[in-house]
């Protein structure tokens, strides 16, 4: 499966952004999706994932309350909504498929986009 992320931007701390991740092929639904960011400097961070049907999500404690998660099979997406966004949240953001329907350790996402950068200035 191929992934395409877009969505990344320069926003203001308090701000909000949503990314999208569009995904190749006609087996989406079967894919555990996941978000991850990597910060300059900073090794790569697992923050979200959902199940194929959407009824499973995980989130990293700190993002947790401000991101959301979602995914439209029918458009072979998934999306990150990111509200109250903080200087820290600057990084790229990459998504990412498991073949499991629902993954939540890194090791198991296979397939990877090529990311979308995220700045938010304070």
């Known amino acids: 499966v191929q992934l395409q992320a877009s969505g990344g931007g320069l926003v203001q701390a308090g701000g909000s952004l949503r990314l999208s991740c569009t995904a190749s092929?006609?087996?989406?639904?079967?894919?555990?999706m996941g978000w991850f960011r990597q910060a300059p400097g900073k090794e790569r961070e697992f923050i979200a994932a959902i199940s194929g049907g959407a009824g499973s999500t995980y989130y990293v404690d700190s993002v947790k309350g401000r991101f959301t998660i979602s995914r439209d099979n029918a458009k072979n997406t998934v999306y990150l909504q990111m509200n109250s966004l903080k200087p820290e949240d600057t990084a790229v953001y990459y998504c990412?498929?498991?073949?499991?329907?629902?993954?939540?350790?890194?090791?198991?996402?296979?397939?990877w986009g090529q990311g979308t950068e995220v700045t938010v200035s304070s």
């Open positions: 990412a498929a498991a073949r499991s329907s629902f993954a939540t350790i890194e090791a198991r996402y296979e397939f």
């Open positions: 092929g006609r087996t989406f639904s079967r894919y555990g």
